[in-house]
């Protein structure tokens, strides 16, 4: 019973990852702006503490990312179809 238990979890959690993956993916293929949005609206930068103060720089890779946001919609979405895909036979 407790595999059962943890199989399913382990789907429902594989599933809902990919799912958020593919529409993630969606809206940056469909709409760059609203892809834009929602990356503006998530990049909040959390303060750490004194000891991870040499590794608390931002790193900004949006100057990479955004220009090209419909290529990595669409290379999210084949991602997730294939992972989908292969966990789906396994």
């Known amino acids: 019973m407790t595999s059962l238990v ?4 382990t789907d429902v959690v594989i599933w ?4 958020a993956v593919a ?12 892809f834009e949005s929602l990356n503006k609206g998530g990049s909040h930068w959390i303060d750490t503490s004194k000891l991870l103060s040499k590794l608390d720089r931002p ?3 949006d100057k990479y990312i ?7 919609g669409a290379a999210a979405v084949v991602a997730a179809v ?3 895909i292969l966990y789906s036979r396994s």
């Open 16 to 19: 809902t990852a990919l799912g």
């Open 66 to 72: 955004l220009p090209f946001s419909r290529w990595l």
């Open 82 to 84: 294939v992972i989908g």
């Open 59 to 61: 790193i900004d890779v």
């Open 23 to 34: 529409l993630i993916g969606m809206i940056a293929m469909v709409s760059p702006r609203t």
């Open 6 to 9: 943890a199989q399913f979890t």
